[in-house]
């Protein structure tokens, strides 16, 4: 009997690994690695133009990226903390830039969404998700990366919960004096 469940189970993880279910999505980067340099246009009508260049600021400056869209409403309580640590240590080198996962049906709603909430950094827009399939394969919103003046990635995290902005707001301060 024992064989037999242990033969079931062998042919059931052999056709999950064939069809890519046992492995989760692959991402370019996970803590301790450097995050792949990328460059998106900032969301129509959103608090800054032109384009965002991660590969401006690897090595560089502390960057917080946040992969969000409009209809998360975590997302929609994560962002403006993560606006409070932007102007508390900006010039001390903080970027903080905000990569909607929003599609062409719901894009509009992103600079009206950033408007209400008040944020100033860059907000991008990722419609043919290259930059999300990347670094968040499983498009989770919020997904959040923390990358230190190095360029690695220190910290990734998948949720947000209010009990958590003290962890963040510590966690931030850190990766800014982090040298």
């Given at each position: 009997?024992l ?5 079931t ?8 690994l064939?069809?890519?279910?046992a492995?989760p999505?692959?991402?370019d980067?996970?803590?301790?690695g ?6 998106l246009?900032?969301i129509?009508?959103?608090p ?5 260049d ?9 960057v ?7 209809w ?8 403006p903390l993560?606006?409070?640590?932007y102007?508390?240590y ?27 909430l008040?944020?100033d ?21 919020p ?8 360029g690695?990635?220190v ?13 963040i ?11």
């Amino acid at each position: 009997m024992l064989r037999a469940l242990t033969s079931t189970s062998a042919l059931l993880l052999t056709a999950a690994l064939f069809v890519g279910l046992a492995a989760p999505p692959h991402a370019d980067a996970r803590v301790g690695g450097r995050p792949p340099e990328f460059e998106l246009p900032a969301i129509p009508g959103g608090p800054t133009q032109g384009t965002f260049d991660m590969g401006d600021h690897l090595g560089e400056h502390p960057v917080v990226v946040i992969f969000w869209a409009t209809w998360c409403e975590p997302c929609k309580q994560q962002l403006p903390l993560y606006q409070r640590l932007y102007e508390r240590y900006h010039e001390q080198g903080l970027e903080v830039v905000a990569v909607s996962m929003d599609g062409a049906e719901t894009i509009a709603r992103a600079a009206p969404t950033v408007s209400r909430l008040g944020l100033d950094f860059p907000v991008v827009s990722d419609l043919d998700t290259a930059v999300t399939s990347r670094l968040n394969p499983r498009r989770g919103a919020p997904f959040t990366i923390w990358v230190d003046r190095s360029g690695r990635i220190v910290h990734e995290r998948e949720g947000f919960t209010l009990a958590e902005r003290d962890d963040i707001a510590r966690g931030v301060a850190a990766l800014v004096r982090r040298r």
